[in-house]
């Protein structure tokens, strides 16, 4: 990824960040970081990490505008059995804060970041099953 990236109005969300390489670099990342994270390590204790993260490349791939095949639960279904164990708001800004964390340390400029936030953030809602 290029720090040097910058908005640009002509391509996706996606191709700004870097594309399937800066997704896969991403995913890989943030999951470092979530799972060293004692505030939200043990929603992923009986998850496959190897299907959870292909799973995450193709939602973040397609909700930045990339190619994507997925094929995943909506957002509502996919995270009902976690709020059930508890998964808040608390958790939900401790995702986002990785988010940002990994797309800056890899060198998105920040405009694209708050992008990316802010489509995280559309989704709260439904994450947290309100």
């Excluded at 640009?8 to 990342?29: F, H, N, P, R, T």
């Excluded at 992923?44 to 095949?69: H, I, N, W, Y």
Aim: charged share 25%; net charge negative; hydrophobic share 40%.
């Amino acid at each position: 990824m290029s720090t040097n990236v910058v908005a640009d109005k002509k391509s996706s969300l996606y191709e700004q960040i870097g594309g399937e390489g800066a997704m896969e670099a991403a995913v890989d990342l943030f999951y470092r970081k979530v799972l060293s994270d004692e505030r939200i390590s043990h929603f992923f204790e009986d998850v496959d990490m190897e299907r959870q993260a292909g799973k995450q490349k193709a939602f973040l791939t397609m909700v930045c505008g990339g190619p994507s095949a997925y094929s995943g639960k909506d957002m509502r279904k996919g995270h009902a059995h976690l709020v059930k164990r508890g998964l808040n708001d608390t958790h939900f800004n401790a995702v986002a804060e990785h988010l940002s964390a990994t797309l800056l340390e890899l060198g998105v400029a920040r405009p694209l970041v708050d992008q990316v936030l802010a489509i995280a953030e559309s989704a709260r809602a439904d994450v947290l099953n309100r």
